[in-house]
């Protein structure tokens, strides 16, 4: 059986999958239905797509509002008993797309960049786009937890414009302490998946090493990457001493989620969060603006981290060009990236003759 060509009708983009079982050529209907191309479209909510990938037997796009991804009905079925199974099955993956920045600045930046065309042929390409992709979904829960936040102390304080709470009785976040709970815990796991990043290009030395230490192994002393390690690092690292504090309370360390207040002025003060932890030591911060930053700065260090660690390890195919990872201007995209590869020429071919 010849691969099945798949037209998708938003951008006219043609994909070739193999389907998982070859063996079936008889003039069944089901067979038929399997054996020619499937047509499928992505939810007319995203909008356009913008770039895909393709790992794991599954093809993901990556449209401007949103992600979803598909699989062939022989993947499901691959005996071919059931004719109801669409040719194409699609799910989300996210309701977030390439008009979102930490998107941007993970999926679309892993997309461009993690390339065997520039990385050496053996680099684990399906790794690094799974843990991007991960990234984008706990950034997407974080996300999904501060808009709920936003939205009720909109609601609050439109309430208290009305005049219709007073300060004898303050409001309550439903859930409040479990939602910032579950944050960190996505806060967590996007630095922990960080770190993974960091091994599929230095490996560590030892399966306890710390992983800093394979950075430093491969990387030069001078390496201009050195010149903000220092706050990227410090950022991860306050991320596991919060997680730390909240899941082993004792006397030295413990999380504090404080839901409406007031101030001495009278004044209503916004849910807040504070962390005790002999690494750490932040006072009452908004929760909201707390949650806001990380996802800024974890996206930004992902992004950053993948960039220069493809620049620092492409292979070098041609003493004629020379590759290498270039930040586009602010403002820019290519398919959703703000990194592309950029091939130059450096010596004249007649010059190596």
Known sequence: MSPVSLPLELMGIHLTLEPMRTSHDSDSPIDQKRNGG????????FGK?????????????????????????????????????????????????????????????????????????????????????????????????????????????????????????????????????????HLRKIQLDIQRLCGLFYCKMAPNSPWVESLRAGLSENDPFWGNFDVAEKILNDVANCRHAMTHEDSSKRLEVIDYDLNSDGALVSPTIAVKHPKLDWGRCDIIQFLDVKIEELQNIFAGFLATFCDRNVRLLSPVFASSVQKLPDGELRNGSPFVWVTQIIAAPESLS
Not at 38 to 45: K, L
Not at 120 to 146: C, K, S, W
């Open 49 to 185: 797509i913008i770039s895909k990938m393709a790992f794991e037997h599954r093809i993901y796009f990556i449209a401007e509002r949103g992600v979803s991804s598909g699989v062939m009905a022989d993947q499901i079925d691959p005996d071919r008993r059931t004719a109801s199974i669409p040719q194409i099955v699609q799910r989300q993956e996210l309701t977030y797309g390439a008009d979102t920045p930490f998107v941007q600045n993970t999926l679309c930046v892993a997309i461009a960049l993690l390339d065997t065309a520039f990385l050496p042929a053996n680099f684990p390409r399906e790794t690094g786009l799974m843990i991007a992709l991960n990234v984008a979904q706990d950034l997407a829960a974080v996300y999904d937890i501060v808009i709920e936040l936003r939205q009720h102390a909109e609601a609050i304080l439109t309430k208290v414009a009305k005049g219709e709470i007073s300060r004898e009785h303050l409001p309550r976040t439903p859930n409040l302490k479990g939602r910032v709970e579950q944050a960190i815990y």
């Open 38 to 45: 499937g047509r499928g479209a992505i939810p007319p909510e």
